[in-house]
């Protein structure tokens, strides 16, 4: 439990919920309570999903500028370092991970929200990587993660011009996969996370590693990553309870093991 991010669960799903306001910049100490946050609840085998919330107003505005602003290089190609774990740790979360995006999800907020697996944004929402207008590019994974959600080109558009997109365009390009009133973002993401509690854990986090990493190789490699998976998990209790149950028609008691 961090001064500004903490961990709130209930019935099998994690809310990583951040809360420095007004706009949740991300400086040092909230990208490590971040790191800390996500690493809890990938531990915790009673969390199956998890919730990216920055609260009713705001995702997150992006990196805090004022404390950048001054770094040298030195000390910035320290600092980027951790910046990039922080967002990675969240990346490798073993979990469906949903970013619930209100307001404004703008730099770091973006590529934040680009490491959740489903991204469920307001109809206000606006979403960008603005960093090209301040004669820098995006350092926490987006021009990674992003043109790999939607495309080079489209991800050149955004990082090139530096705009930001409504929710509406942001559904269109791919950039998050549900758009529902202000209102009704967290819980509509609490509802789609609980949909995974009580569910195949361990079939769960090898579908999502596959997943991953699979997209980082050519199909040969990917399909030896999933043969690996898919045959690892006949091992699991799992595998054999859900496997029982459909043989004889019963609903699967999943274990998590």
Do not use: W
Request: hydrophobic share 45%; proline share 4%.
């Amino acid at each position: 439990m961090g001064e500004f991010v903490r961990v709130e669960s209930a019935d099998g799903v994690a809310t990583i919920r951040l809360d420095r306001p007004k706009m949740n910049a991300l400086n040092t100490q909230v990208q490590r309570e971040i790191a800390d946050c996500a690493r809890q609840v990938d531990a915790d085998p009673g969390v199956y999903a998890v919730v990216l919330y920055g609260g009713e107003r705001v995702f997150a505005a992006g990196a805090d500028v004022k404390e950048m602003a001054d770094m040298p290089y030195a000390e910035m190609s320290a600092h980027s370092s951790v910046l990039q774990d922080c967002f990675t740790a969240v990346a490798e979360i073993g979990k469906p991970v949903i970013a619930a995006i209100t307001g404004y999800a703008l730099g770091g907020g973006c590529e934040l929200a680009l490491c959740a697996d489903v991204r469920i944004a307001g109809e206000s929402a606006r979403l960008g990587q603005p960093e090209i207008l301040l004669g820098i590019i995006p350092g926490a994974g987006g021009t990674q993660r992003l043109p790999r959600l939607i495309g080079p080109a489209k991800a050149k558009d955004l990082i090139f011009t530096g705009r930001q997109v409504t929710a509406a365009e942001a559904l269109e390009i791919g950039l998050v996969d549900r758009v529902v009133p202000d209102a009704d973002v967290h819980t509509e993401a609490l509802a789609y996370a609980a949909r995974f509690a009580g569910g195949p854990a361990a079939a769960l986090r090898a579908a999502k590693r596959a997943i991953d990493h699979g997209l980082e190789a050519d199909l040969d490699t990917g399909l030896e990553i999933e043969r690996l998976a898919f045959s690892g998990l006949f091992a699991t209790d799992d595998a054999r309870i859900g496997m029982r149950a459909f043989a004889g028609k019963t609903r699967a008691e999943f274990t998590g093991r």
